[in-house]
């Protein structure tokens, strides 16, 4: 099973680059890498997703080495209303009855002005 | 569009007693996830269905949670009876197939007194 591993909490000012690492030791070979937010009394929301090297979107970048045994995912110049809680989450691609979806402990990032 | 329903939002009940909780996915939505969450942890899937068949139920403690998804739609989590344990948010997600992003309901936070 791909367990994952975040750093607890991380701190940072309005404007600043974000970087919020991942491991995943034991990813398996059809086990994509998502990353999750979750604000206060509401459900996760859906970041980003990749597989390998580096994907982007209108929110946030995916880096991933080519091991895949990490992932490290990029907030371009964050503002107050990013804080809150990050999901790393490593699961499997199609029908698999013999994985399981995992999320990670959690990085609560807190912004100040 | 309308996103992930679920009900009640908030439930109080005593040990030993039953509860029910629903979820209505978004229209077009095969596989739908039911998760626990304790406070300050990261969400645990307990059971997802591709369509009506549930797939992976291995975290489901059967002894006292059931779940169905009749038609393929709505969906049911049953915990009877509930302990004090079972104290947390349950959440509902869905995807279009258990390859894409999942969408989040705000889930339903339990108290068990």
């Known amino acids: 099973l791909a367990k994952t591993t975040q750093p607890i909490s991380m701190d940072s000012y309005e404007g600043q680059e974000v970087n919020i690492t991942c491991s995943h030791n034991n990813i398996a070979t059809n086990d994509y890498i998502t990353w999750y937010q979750q604000f206060p009394s509401q459900g996760p929301r859906f970041i980003i997703q990749g597989y390998k090297t580096k994907v982007t979107n209108e929110v946030a970048s995916l880096f991933i080495p080519a091991d895949r045994k990490s992932s490290t995912l990029s907030l371009p110049r964050v503002s107050l209303s990013d804080t809150a809680v990050y999901y790393c989450l490593v699961g499997p691609v199609g029908y698999s009855s013999a994985s399981k979806i995992i999320f990670g402990s959690g990085t609560r990032l807190s912004i100040r002005p | 569009e309308a996103g992930v329903v679920q009900s009640p939002r908030y439930k109080i009940i005593e040990k030993k007693q039953p509860v029910a909780f629903w979820c209505n996915p978004i229209?077009?939505?095969?596989?739908l996830y039911w998760y626990l969450q304790n406070l300050g942890q990261g969400p645990e899937l307990l059971i997802r269905?591709?369509?009506?068949?549930?797939?992976?139920d291995s975290q489901l403690p059967k002894d006292r949670f059931s779940a169905e998804r009749l038609k393929g739609v709505d969906s049911t989590l049953k915990i009877q009876p509930a302990e004090l344990g079972d104290s947390a948010v349950y959440l509902c997600?869905?995807?279009?197939?258990?390859?894409?992003?999942?969408?989040f309901g705000p889930g339903t936070r339990l108290t068990v007194l």
């Open positions: 997600a869905s995807s279009l197939d258990s390859d894409n992003e999942q969408f």
């Open positions: 269905y591709e369509n009506e068949e549930a797939v992976d």
């Open positions: 229209s077009g939505h095969n596989t």
